[in-house]
Every structure is written in structure tokens, then in C-alpha cells.
Nanobody, 117 residues
Framework: VQLQASGGGLVQAGGSLRLSCGAS????????TGWYRQTPGKQRELVAT???????NYAGSVKSRFTISRDNAKNTVYLQMTSLEPEDTAVYYC????????????WGQGTLVTVSS
């Protein structure tokens, strides 16, 4: 499985961005995909996940502002981010885990989101 993240950029506080994570390879083996984020000096933080069945989970800090979704026909998972805050500034990574394995073993490259105040 290969993942390609895109959609980051610079946005003002209160604005919106949509990140995309395109998957290729053995995509039928993917059981869940998540978005993580990381800022310098901090641990990587789980932002949101979506299973192959469509179940979602969010970090409390983004729950009312971010929406994770998937387009199975395009093998793409999206993260719609609204009401962005400077604290959301980070490198965002998408990751997938496959059937039968508990960990997110497959990672895309990061995409930088910068929210200016």
C-alpha cells in the first residue's frame, strides 16, 4: 500500500482546508485510514480515523470542526478542516492499517498546514 497526502497550505484563522490521501497498491487490504499531525518537539497526534466500513473517530480538539470521509471509487480519504486555529498548524500525515494487523504500518509523506492568526 502506498499513500500520497496532499492539500496542505497557508490559511488564515477561521478558514478551511481539505486534505486528501490517495491510496494505491493493495487497497482492498486496507481496514482503516487515519490522519495524524505533528509539530516540532511534540509527539505525533491522532486527529481522525475512518474504517473501511465508514466508522469514524476524532480527537476531542477537532471533533466539531474536522470531518473525515472516504471515496472508495477514488481510493481516497479526505480530511475537511473548518474553523481552523493557529494551534492546528502542523505537518499532517495519513496512515493506513491493513486487515489482520493492529498498527498503522503504511504512511504517506506529510503535508504542511499553516494557520495564521
Amino acid at each position: 500500500v502506498q499513500l500520497q497526502a496532499s492539500g496542505g497550505g497557508l490559511v488564515q484563522a477561521g478558514g478551511s482546508l481539505r486534505l486528501s490521501c490517495g491510496a494505491s497498491g493493495n487497497t482492498l487490504s486496507i481496514s482503516a485510514t487515519g490522519w495524524y499531525r505533528q509539530t516540532p518537539g511534540k509527539q505525533r497526534e491522532l486527529v481522525a480515523t475512518i474504517t473501511s466500513g465508514g466508522s469514524t473517530n476524532y480527537a476531542g480538539s477537532v471533533k466539531s470542526r474536522f470531518t473525515i470521509s472516504r471515496d472508495n471509487a477514488k481510493n481516497t480519504v479526505y480530511l475537511q478542516m473548518t474553523s481552523l486555529e493557529p494551534e492546528d498548524t502542523a505537518v499532517y500525515y495519513c496512515a493506513s492499517k491493513i486487515i489482520g494487523r493492529p498498527f498503522y504500518d503504511y504512511w504517506g509523506q506529510g503535508t504542511l498546514v499553516t494557520v495564521s492568526s
